[in-house]
């Protein structure tokens, strides 16, 4: 069956036709590693997640590359105008008192922390921008000698009028992108949607990060990182492209803008953007305190992995908002479907539901259609089929989902945990509290949390 893909480009469902057979070529813009990673940011690399694993759910091989940008993002892009501002690593440094390289190294591990606990494939290759100066260098010189560069007193730009195809994924014209931006027009700039490849140092302070280049001291622009790391690490041209939906009005566009006019072929053959992450039915912000993080949702008492299947419960580009009842609505059904496979008998000789996994193959490959992925999921485990059948079909569908479902299967409470419950219980009966709650944190200690019910009996579980 055909993976169907909705295409920004095209605005419209296509089917998918790799470049080279039983081969994906995809990238994804990455975090800028100046602060601490968001839920929201972590929704569109859980997207990135799933169409890895649906691809390979296919058969194919994918060749998955996501970029660090830890220079040239600078802060004027929150404005309108990202050739504005301070350079986010810099101003970062500046504040904790270390290095632009110590700042990008510090949030980079977080980030890993995160992507790990989400249980996110990680790609072919994690690139840093700054590892890959020289091929920005080369994209800037390809594009000059062809005559789609000028000089202003603060860097080499792009002309977007020599681009005829300027505005295609975006949508915005020049004079939208005039109007919408909130912050002084630069009158060096022949357009509104002109944007810079390589930006000129400060002549009166030193940067972390800089180098030399034909044009002179500086570092590259925000929009030349990925274009220059795509192309080295899949080729002129790739397959798909993936990145948030803030993401395609501005930056994507540019990146089509300076590759294709690089190399006089087409960039990207389907580009996906993820919807927003909302907050309480609003915007999500640093500036509004609630730009959460995994360990925020951590220290909630909430596990990472119920904040993955919040993630599942919509579709990639509807909007998705995210409330502590709904986070808690998503980690109880977690829950409940890890106690179902729990109380299952596992046998070696079942074999997946054909009908069913049918069904689970015709929501991934209709656009991701997790949502409706996952209804096949819960229908399966309501079924009548024998419980080794519904165990071997949702760990094979767990292969899209990533929900860890092999973990909770059929497993044996350790006899220490049960006697130790049980002591819990003397303790509980006795008056003891302080003790029965010294005793639940041991249990918890050993990955268990104990269930107390009204008769004085226990249940335990695993934890999440």
């Keep these: 069956m055909a993976i169907r893909i909705y295409n920004s480009l095209s605005k419209q469902v296509e089917d998918f036709k790799p470049m080279k057979p039983d081969m994906v070529l995809m990238y994804l813009c990455g975090p800028t590693v100046y602060d601490y990673v968001t839920i929201g940011n972590y929704r569109t690399y859980t997207l990135g997640d799933i169409v890895n694993r649906v691809f390979a759910f296919n058969g194919f091989k994918v060749k998955y590359i ?102 295609a994924l975006s949508g915005l014209s020049a004079e939208s992108i005039k109007e919408g931006a909130r912050v002084e027009p630069n009158p060096e700039k022949k357009n509104p949607t002109d944007f810079a490849l390589w930006k000129f140092s400060p002549t009166d302070t030193k940067r972390w990060q800089e180098w030399d280049s034909p044009w002179g001291i500086g570092f590259p622009g925000w929009h030349l990182e990925c274009s220059a790391m795509a192309m080295k690490e899949l080729g002129e041209t790739i397959d798909i492209h993936l990145g948030g939906e803030d993401l395609r009005m501005i930056h994507h566009q540019n990146e089509i803008a300076q590759s294709e006019c690089a190399t006089g072929k087409k960039f990207v053959n389907y580009w996906m953007h993820g919807a927003f992450l909302q907050v309480d039915g609003g915007r999500m912000g640093k500036s509004l305190g609630n730009a959460f ?72 490959n209709n656009d991701f259609n997790i949502p409706e992925a996952l209804a096949v999921l819960w229908d399966t485990l309501k079924s009548n089929l024998p419980e080794p059948v519904k165990i071997a079909t949702a760990i094979k569908m767990d292969a899209v989902l990533g929900l ?61």
């Design 404 to 464: 860890n479902l092999e973990n909770y299967v059929g497993y044996e409470i350790p006899q220490d945990v049960v006697n130790l419950a049980k002591t819990r219980g003397e303790y509980r009966k006795a008056g003891i509290w302080d003790k029965a709650d010294m005793v639940r944190r041991q249990i918890e200690e050993k990955g268990y949390i104990v269930e107390d019910a009204s008769d004085g009996k226990f249940k335990l579980k695993r934890k999440m």
């Design 66 to 167: 996501m970029n660090y940008t830890d220079v040239g993002h600078l802060t004027g892009d929150n404005a309108g105008d990202a050739d504005v501002g301070d350079d986010r690593l810099e101003a970062a440094a500046e504040k904790e008192g270390r290095s632009a390289r110590e700042i990008a190294d510090y949030y980079i591990n977080d980030f890993l922390k995160g992507y790990d606990k989400l249980n996110l494939i990680r790609p072919f290759k994690f690139t840093r921008a700054t590892e890959y100066i020289h091929e920005q260098l080369d994209l800037v010189r390809a594009l000059e000698r062809q005559g789609f560069t000028y000089r202003t007193s603060d860097g080499i730009y792009f002309d977007t009028s020599k681009f005829e195809e300027y505005g």
């Design 293 to 364: 993080t995994v360990v925020d949702i951590e220290n909630k008492g909430y596990d990472a992995m119920a904040l993955r299947y919040f993630y599942l419960s919509a579709h990639y580009r509807s909007t998705l908002n995210f409330t502590w009842e709904a986070l808690l609505g998503a980690q109880n059904s977690l829950h409940k479907l890890y106690d179902i496979l729990a109380g299952y008998k596992e046998s070696e000789d079942a074999s997946p539901s054909e009908r069913h996994l049918s069904l689970f193959i015709q929501a991934v």
